[in-house]
């Protein structure tokens, strides 16, 4: 069967701090791959998405990067953390339309 | 860029009632509707989409409709229950594209 995993689930970082996060999709190969933030009862921003290896599109320009070194695997940076990054930052893979949602990670930045 | 606009942002209802939430898209190239129900602190499942090719669709006591010309579509729940209380998130797709993108979401309360 088909299954997202992202971690950590809660992450608590320091201003200036690197992040990763990363989030690997099991029983499918070539999905795409979403990064979505959604802050503190606010909606889903759609930050970065791919259609395969080494294709990142970035919606909303930041303080952030995403790379696709495999074909299942998305990973979320940042260099250097800044307070408004803080929020909850899903992935989501789509086999066709539908889209299907990791579990999240809480980021709160101190 | 395809651009979501979802109203209204918080809808109180009495048990039983219908809530009706409304969303609005920019690209006439978006061609797939879904719909997101987010409980609190929990991952969006979808619960009901539709395609261009569809007016409408029904689950129980879920539908959708669309209006492609107008670039509109609805999320009807009838009869409500306190378990229906959540955070409620339309979506469109532009063909082509892959990307999918979100409106601001809906905080539904269903008072018992």
């Known amino acids: 069967s088909q299954t997202i995993h992202q971690w950590p689930a809660t992450l608590v970082q320091p201003v200036g701090s690197p992040l990763s996060l990363e989030c690997t999709v099991e029983?499918?190969?070539?999905?795409?791959l979403y990064w979505y933030r959604q802050a503190a009862g606010r909606g889903l921003q759609l930050l970065f998405y791919?259609?395969?290896?080494?294709?990142i599109s970035s919606e909303v320009p930041q303080n952030l990067s995403a790379s696709r070194p495999q074909d299942r695997q998305f990973i979320l940076s940042s260099k250097k953390l800044l307070l408004s990054d803080s929020g909850f930052y899903l992935c989501?893979?789509?086999?066709?339309?539908?889209?299907?949602f990791g579990q999240g990670t809480r980021l709160t930045v101190v | 860029g395809e651009n979501v606009e979802q109203h209204p942002s918080t809808l109180s209802v009495q048990e039983g009632d219908s809530a009706v939430i409304k969303c609005t898209y920019s690209?006439?190239?978006?061609?797939?509707f879904p719909w997101y129900k987010q409980e609190l602190g929990k991952r969006p499942q979808l619960i009901i989409d539709?395609?261009?090719?569809?007016g409408e669709k029904k689950d129980q006591r879920i539908a959708v409709t669309l209006n492609k010309t107008a670039k509109h579509f609805s999320l009807h729940i009838t009869e409500t229950q306190p378990e229906d209380s959540a955070v409620y998130f339309c979506?469109?797709?532009?063909?082509?594209?892959?990307?999918?993108?979100f409106g601001q979401g809906t905080t539904l309360q269903v008072k018992p």
């Open positions: 989501a893979w789509r086999p066709q339309d539908l889209a299907f």
């Open positions: 029983g499918t190969s070539n999905p795409n």
């Open positions: 791919s259609v395969g290896i080494g294709q």
């Open positions: 690209d006439s190239a978006s061609n797939y």
């Open positions: 539709i395609r261009s090719n569809v």
């Open positions: 979506a469109a797709s532009p063909g082509g594209t892959g990307k999918l993108i």
